[in-house]
């Protein structure tokens, strides 16, 4: 199992002031003989439904050697998750959380918008300096 990322704590506790139940942590995906471990499984019911949302979350902090460098280690596992969790859970919706500094980083950069084009990533942002107001893009 990979080592948990420096803001696992901060997202997982701005989840849980937003009304979400962690289910899972780390959420494993079987596949094969391979097991893969997304941070965080966590589920909202809503009002009027049985079944309420069900979302994975890889959280990335962007502190690696370059900002490109981390891009492309985050789209790969991003990517590769998505893949499965539409085989095994396909209600299942995967977020990669960052930082909103990471955010207005590499994300605004011209690199960053075509990856969010391109892959239609989700992503969900947040401060790592509070435990709340979480941003959710889609």
Excluded: C
Excluded at 9 to 27: F, Q, R
Excluded at 35 to 50: Q, Y
Excluded at 77 to 87: T, V
Aim: net charge negative; no cysteine; hydrophobic share 40%.
């Amino acid at each position: 199992m990979a080592r948990r990322d420096i803001y696992h704590n901060v997202v997982k506790k701005a989840l849980v002031s937003e009304g979400w139940i962690i289910t899972h942590d780390p959420y494993v995906i079987p596949f094969g003989k391979h097991k893969l471990f997304v941070d965080l499984g966590a589920e909202r019911l809503i009002a009027a439904e049985k079944e309420g949302h069900r979302i994975a979350i890889e959280i990335k902090s962007f502190v690696g050697y370059s900002e490109v460098d981390d891009l492309e280690n985050a789209l790969g596992q991003y990517l590769l998750y998505r893949s499965l969790l539409q085989r095994s859970e396909p209600n299942r919706i995967i977020y990669l959380a960052v930082s909103e500094a990471t955010y207005e980083g590499i994300f605004s950069d011209p690199i960053g918008q075509v990856a969010l084009k391109d892959y239609g990533l989700h992503l969900l942002l947040f401060n790592p300096d509070e435990e709340a107001n979480l941003q959710w893009i889609e």
